[in-house]
C-alpha cells in the first residue's frame, strides 16, 4: 500500500480508502461488512470513511464497531453531516445545532473520541459559512475533529470558506471530497486548480462510477445478481451511468485493460490515483475478495502512452 498526505498536512492516508456509502448497515450484513473491514486494514488501508446519514446512523456503528479491534492511532477515520436525520426543522443542514449535534452522535455511534476528519457533507445555502466554519473550529479546539473537509462543494464556495477561515484566524478546510471518476471528471475545470492554489487535496468518492468501470454491466443485459444494479434500493446510482456513450467507452477501455492484463478496476483506480491532487480513491466493497482485488491498483504504473490511448477513449463520442 502507498500512502499520500492530505493536503498541506501531516496527515498520511492510503491511496485507497474504504467507504460505507450504500452498504454497511444496509445492503451488506454486519458480519460480511466487518470481514471487509479487517481485509481493508490487514491490506494497508488505513482510511475508513462513513457519513452519519448512510443508513441512518447503521453504517458508523458497523464501521466503529469492526475499528474497534485496532489501536485508534493506526487508522484515519471519516465522517460527515449534512443531510437530514430526523423530522424536525433542525434535524438538517450545516448550523450550529445540527453539526454539534450530529458530531456527538456519531462519536457515539463510532464509539470513539473524536474523528480524523468531517466533512460538510453539501453546501448549505440556508446557513451562513462562518456560523460553519465556527461551530467546526470550536469542535477542533475541543479535540472532537482532527480535520475539516467538504464534500460536492464549487471551487466558489471552496475560495469562500477559505477566505472566511483567514479572516477570522479559524481551522482552514484541508480536503474535498467528490464523486470523480473515468466518466464523472467536472472538478478539473475549476475544483482541482482552486484546490492546488489553496493547499487542499481531494479523497474521491465513486472512482469506478458505482461498478460501471468493473464491467460487469452489459448494454441491454440485465444486471448481474447481487451487483448494485440488481438491488431496487441501489440501483437508482448506478443506472445513471447508463448511457450510450459509456457503454461504448467501457468496452473499449474492457479491451485496453485486456492488452495491459488488468482488471478494469484496477486500471480505472490507477487512472484517478494518478491525476493531480488525489490523495486517495474511497472504494466500496461488499466481500473481502473486492478488497483484495482493488488494492492490487495501488502498485500500477500507467505509461504515459497508456494515459494518452485512455484519453482519446474518453474524449470520444
Known sequence: MKYRKVGR??????????GSWLTYGNTTDSETATAVIHAAYAAGINSFDTANVYARGEAEKVVGQALAAYPRESYVLATKAFWPMGEGVNDKGLSRKHVFEQVHASLRRLGTDYVDIFYCHRFDPQTPIYETLRTIDDLIRQGKI????????????????????DKYLLDRIVVNQPAYNMLSRYIEDEVVPTCEKHGLSQIVFSPLAQGMLTGKYQKDQPAPHGSRASDPRTAPFVERYFTEANFAKVEKLKTLAGELSLPLSNLSLAWVLAQPNITSAIIGASRPEQVLENVKAADVRLSQDVVEEIEDILDGE
Open 9 to 18: 498536512t501531516g496527515l498520511n492516508v492510503s491511496v485507497l480508502s474504504l
Open 146 to 165: 482532527l480535520y475539516a473537509g467538504v464534500s460536492e462543494w464549487t471551487a466558489t464556495q471552496i475560495t469562500e470558506a477559505l477566505g472566511l477561515a
